[in-house]
């Protein structure tokens, strides 16, 4: 490895959600002196992520685990029996190996095991996925970004509640926030004048969501002291644009709606934001705690184990978030509950504060710590 032998190996990947919070680990421990690899997968974004960021990464083959008949049941075990050849030679010398989450920890944490070397898991989500289930029987401690989740390891299994790292841009927004607000109105051709409702629906998007929004950006067209910033996702954009009128996309009818197939930058996003209406994963709900952003979120329904309604009612129960289900989704109730929140400054600032109580902006060097703890 160009990086030398790493003194930690990070595995998971997949999604952005298990990507950035290990990227925002690695950051914190690059800073405290560990030379930090990852283990991923070839199709993921941590691919392109990870060697963007600086770090070594090791594509290892990861198949999730089916349980019906088929050809790629047949040959599973194969492939993770492959996968975990291909993962000893990073992990054998390393003091830890943190498992994010993902089929491809499962190879990583098995690879450390048999090479004797402490397996540290992170559970994002508030309900524990499988892999992570599994791992937790072999890990010398699991670490939580939702109490709520604690209930579905065993008992003997170590716990800890050290939060879900966010990226360091992220986290400035509390701090340089009228800067970047600044920044944001100019990228994103906002106006100064108007309330701000960023809507977006994860890195791929949420068609479901976008029409929705679509339907209320009608619906509250009238409202010339309100702006919606609307981020579709690549692959939905071409086919939400022909439900906005040149109205609403200029402003001169009221409503001001910016369209946004992606944003690399959503510190500028969350900075310009009055309110966030999103689905409610992981990463997300993190990114809008450590934000202190008031939020309606929309939980995607085929979450397995409905992980993000559970995410969402946790911050709702603190008082951060509104919640509105996937069935009950529509323009209308969409810009119902917009209006609800966005023309009540006195429960929008209570649902702010509430938020930022919630989140976890030192998760990143929780977590650090644990894994030193547990490496030594």
């Known amino acids: 490895m160009t990086n030398g032998q790493p003194s930690v190996v990070i595995a998971g990947g997949g999604t952005a959600g298990h990507v950035f919070p290990g990227l925002a680990l690695a950051g914190a421990l690059r800073d405290r002196g560990h030379v930090v690899a990852f283990i991923g997968t070839d199709r993921g974004l941590e691919s392109r992520l990870v060697p963007e960021a600086g770090f070594a990464f090791h594509a290892v083959q990861a198949t999730p685990l089916v349980r019906r008949v088929s050809v790629a049941t047949a040959r599973a075990p194969f492939i993770a029996l492959a996968a975990i050849r291909t993962c000893r030679p990073p992990v054998r010398k390393a003091r830890a190996v943190v498992g994010m989450g993902g089929y491809a920890s499962v190879s990583a944490a098995l690879a450390a095991r048999r090479?004797?070397?402490?397996?540290?898991?992170?559970?994002?989500?508030?309900?524990?996925?499988?892999?992570?289930?599994?791992?937790?029987?072999?890990?010398?401690?699991?670490?939580?970004?939702?109490?709520?989740?604690?209930?579905?390891?065993?008992?003997?299994?170590?716990?800890?509640?050290?939060g879900n790292p966010v990226r360091q841009e992220i986290l400035r927004v509390p701090e340089d926030r009228e800067a970047l607000a600044k920044e944001g109105r100019q990228t994103l051709d906002l106006d100064e004048g108007r309330r701000t409702i960023v809507i977006f629906g994860g890195s791929q998007g949420a068609l479901h969501l976008d029409r929705a929004a679509v339907g209320a950006a009608r619906l509250?067209?009238?409202?010339?002291?309100?702006?919606?910033?609307?981020?579709?996702?690549?692959?939905?954009?071409?086919?939400?644009?022909?439900?906005?009128?040149?109205?609403?996309?200029?402003?001169?009818?009221?409503?001001?709606?910016?369209?946004?197939?992606?944003?690399?930058?959503?510190?500028?996003?969350?900075?310009?934001a009055d309110l966030v209406v999103s689905r409610a994963g992981a990463t997300t709900v993190a990114e809008l705690t450590v934000c202190g952003l008031p939020a309606l979120l929309i939980p995607y329904p085929y979450a397995t184990g409905r992980h993000q309604e559970a995410n969402a009612r946790a911050l709702q129960r603190a008082g951060g978030a509104s919640l509105l289900l996937d069935e009950q989704l529509s323009a209308e109730s969409v810009a119902?509950?917009?209006?609800?929140?966005?023309?009540?400054?006195?429960?929008?600032?209570?649902?702010?504060?509430?938020?930022?109580s919630f989140g976890r902006p030192d998760a990143a060097e929780r977590l650090a710590d644990l894994m030193e703890e547990l490496a030594s």
């Open 115 to 162: 090479e004797h070397v402490p397996v540290l898991v992170h559970e994002q989500n508030a309900v524990a996925g499988l892999a992570n289930r599994a791992l937790s029987r072999i890990a010398r401690a699991v670490a939580l970004s939702f109490a709520d989740a604690r209930d579905a390891f065993p008992r003997r299994v170590r716990t800890e509640l050290t």
């Open 220 to 272: 509250l067209a009238d409202r010339a002291d309100l702006q919606i910033l609307l981020i579709t996702g690549p692959a939905h954009i071409d086919m939400i644009r022909p439900g906005l009128s040149p109205a609403t996309e200029d402003g001169s009818g009221g409503l001001l709606v910016r369209l946004v197939g992606y944003l690399d930058r959503m510190d500028l996003a969350y900075a310009c």
């Open 336 to 356: 119902g509950r917009i209006a609800s929140l966005i023309d009540h400054d006195e429960r929008l600032a209570a649902m702010a504060e509430r938020s930022a």
